[in-house]
């Protein structure tokens, strides 16, 4: 297999777009990414895209092929990818496996996700089905319904308490501030997170990832065309896709999501590295309750500490150990579901080539988690200086 790179990235500002349709904002991605990347649109042989809900909101079928033609790449590979929330993460390994394998020169990966027109109800509804619709869907079981049983079994088996979870909003929500892509500009406070409405107990608004739009792209390609990279090429490393249990009758356990512990087994071993190299990790923080467990599934914290540890500063920029979602996460960022994944790989670019908003003193090597589902499919990218 051939070493890959990552020559370019793009993503528009998340948040709401009534004036754009899910196309426009994926092409608007798409055009921002090749550019950067600097290659020709003659070298581009394939169109991975990912996303979640655009059949069910807008009735349309093949929108790689409509992304290709939008884009000026008639003709090339397409192929839609859907893994719910985490369809990003997947668009990303497909174009990275296509030019290990040698079977293109390089690869556009695209997410997108137009969720705000539809309002709450519906989008929560289309939502559902990335559970098991047998069986949690027909009992009604949401989101946010799921993610606050976690959050209990969580308190229960490890002690995590209302405030560690307000640490994770304040902390990621900092971090938007500065990020110009992010949905939410403003810091929180623990008073306007304990007074939020209460959404799924203990979870309340605050808490939550917003309904959003927006749109994300990643050019892959060889070391020899990545010097033509306008910012500079990153390394890929690993780039890693597992799946897990679907509904909550096939789950040993709430507390942790098997397909992000053996998604980071395999980045670690491919990677020929360890959590303690890891500068700086975007991970799906869909719910506070969720960095809780990504945060030790992905290997940097003990199960029993994370909370602990988050609580106590020591994911913040200028700590020691790792950087967690300095772009703001999910929560600050906001999660346009299909386009989470390519999102936190831009964020983390951003970071090794030294021009993220929040930049790290120093970023040699990075991480991006997209979780798909309760755990339904899970990928971890691990990136480095070229
Ligand atoms: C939490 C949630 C139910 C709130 O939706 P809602 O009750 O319809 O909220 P509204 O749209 O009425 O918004 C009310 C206000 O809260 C804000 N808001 C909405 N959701 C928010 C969120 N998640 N975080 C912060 N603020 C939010 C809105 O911007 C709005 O502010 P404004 O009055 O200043 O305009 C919704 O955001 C949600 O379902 N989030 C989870 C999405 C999800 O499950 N994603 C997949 C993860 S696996």
């Known amino acids: 297999m051939r070493h890959t790179y990552v020559a370019g990235t793009a993503t528009t500002t998340f948040g709401r777009h009534p004036d754009k349709t899910l196309i426009d904002l994926a092409v608007e991605a798409g055009e921002m990414a090749i550019a950067d990347s600097g290659l020709e649109r003659s070298e ?33 590979a397409t192929t839609n990818v859907e893994g719910a929330c985490g369809s990003a993460g997947i668009a990303l390994r497909h174009g990275v496996l296509s030019v290990a394998a040698g079977a293109a020169t390089a690869t556009l990966c695209i997410g997108a996700e137009h969720m705000t ?5 519906a989008i929560t509804k289309l939502l559902t089905e990335a559970g098991e619709m047998a069986t949690d869907g027909a009992a009604g079981l949401t989101f946010p319904g799921f993610f606050g049983l976690v959050a209990n079994a969580h308190a229960a088996r490890y002690g995590s308490t209302r405030d560690d979870l307000a640490a994770v909003v304040m902390q990621n929500r900092a971090c938007a501030v500065a990020n110009p892509n992010a949905m939410f500009r403003e810091t929180v406070s623990a008073d306007q997170i304990a007074s939020g409405k209460l959404i799924a107990d203990p979870l309340r608004l605050l808490d939550c990832s917003p309904i959003s739009d927006g749109a994300a792209a990643v050019v892959v390609t060889d070391w020899a065309h ?19 249990p679907v509904g909550i009758r096939h789950m040993e356990t709430l507390t942790s999501f098997p397909a992000t512990v053996t998604a980071a087994q395999r980045a670690y071993k491919s990677a020929g590295l360890g959590p303690r190299d890891i500068d700086v990790v975007e991970l799906h923080d869909c719910f506070s309750i969720t960095e809780l467990v990504n945060v030790a599934d992905l ?28 772009s703001g996460g999910l929560l600050g960022r906001g999660h346009p579901v299909g386009a989470t994944g390519l999102a936190q790989v831009h964020e983390v670019v951003g970071q090794l080539r030294g021009t993220a908003a929040n930049q790290l003193p120093a970023a040699h090597v990075g991480m991006a988690h997209n979780l798909g589902g309760a755990g339904a499919t899970a990928t971890v990218t691990i990136l480095g200086a070229a």
Do not use: K, M, W
Not at 117 to 121: F, I, L, N, W
């Open 44 to 76: 581009i042989d394939a169109v991975y895209f990912g996303n979640f809900l655009g059949r069910g909101i807008d009735g349309q079928g093949v929108i790689a092929s409509l992304l290709a033609l939008r884009l000026g790449l008639a003709g090339v």
């Open 117 to 121: 027109r539809p309002g709450t109800q």
């Open 226 to 244: 990545a010097t033509s990279s306008r910012n500079g090429a990153v390394r890929v490393l690993a780039c890693e896709q597992t799946s897990g």
């Open 299 to 326: 290997g940097f914290f003990a199960h029993g500490e994370a909370h602990t540890a988050i609580a106590e500063g020591l994911t913040t920029n200028g700590s020691p150990g790792v950087v967690v979602n300095p």
